[in-house]
């Protein structure tokens, strides 16, 4: 994987250095390292960035293919809500933390899957979680 390839992964997923820093269990300083080239990207650390971007599409994935269940079972719904948490802390132990993603990474696949559903035609927002702080 180049610089450039990492970067823009990594960058799709949603992730920070810092947070891809903790991901990959390496020094900040590495990933700067490893985008500007001074630094091959390992091969270890290249699947696990492919393999993060794989379970955010999977996520897509599954949402979209709920919403078609659901349309084919009932209609298609007046609008779809997918839910963001307002932080870490208010993600932690949440249902949607069972997928497995780090946070930033769920918003990422929050985004991606509002923009397959618009696509698709479907009326569908993010809003922030029952319990979380209100909209300032």
């Not at 820093?21 to 290249?46: K, M, Q, S, Y």
Request: some cysteine.
């Amino acid at each position: 994987m180049t610089s450039a390839e990492y970067r823009t992964l990594r960058e799709a997923c949603g992730l920070s250095q810092q947070d891809a820093a903790i991901f990959h269990d390496v020094a900040l300083r590495t990933i700067g390292h490893w985008e500007t080239g001074r630094n091959n990207v390992p091969p270890g650390a290249a699947a696990e960035l492919l393999g993060l971007n794989a379970t955010i599409e999977a996520g897509v994935t599954n949402i979209l293919t709920l919403v078609s269940d659901l349309a084919g079972t009932h209609g298609a719904p007046d609008a779809i809500r997918l839910t963001r948490y307002r932080s870490p802390e208010d993600y932690a132990g949440s249902r949607a933390d069972n997928e497995g993603l780090p946070w930033p990474c769920h918003n990422a696949m929050l985004a991606r899957a509002l923009t397959a559903l618009t696509r698709q035609g479907h009326k569908a927002d993010i809003q922030w979680a029952p319990g979380a702080l209100r909209e300032r």
